[in-house]
């Protein structure tokens, strides 16, 4: 039985598996052995649309339907702990209290946008919790969960992955967090 891909007006849904040019490598490589990726659509979109809310006011996509991923580093005795948090659009992720408890560091701050791009293997403006290094954690918020077609980024700026939110919430290492963005 084929699964169906999810659909948003005014966005052309293609099966990421069967379109591997559409996204960045490390995301085809993890889409290649994710069970879950049958149910996941990529769209190609305009590359100077890639942020949220370009994107969203262009294509008519609610902001609740959005997902940003931010990655956030900190440091505990000398170890480096980074998490990808992914949260919904229309909210920001409680890095000073939330993710600095899970990560257990004394200071969390956004990964530099260079690190965050040569380490993700992605583009800014596309990053993704979809194939991201093996060592970061995968923090998700719960609200992510309840999304019916999650726009997410696809590793390149030129195209978004649309995930039911219940799959973003099965990713291989993902932990669902109550209260990670406000």
Known sequence: MAVELPRLP?????PALDHPELVAPPVAAALASWPGAAGVAVVEIDPELADTAAMSAAYDVPME???NCVLVAGRRE??????????RADTRADVNHTVKRLLDVRKPSFLPLERAVAESAMEYGGITPVGLPEGWRLLVDARVADIDVAVIGSGLRRSKLLVPGRLLAQLPRAEVVEGLAG
């Open 65 to 67: 339907a959005g997902a």
């Open 10 to 14: 005014r966005l052309t849904s293609l």
């Open 78 to 87: 000398g170890d480096e702990r980074i998490a990808a948090c992914l949260v």
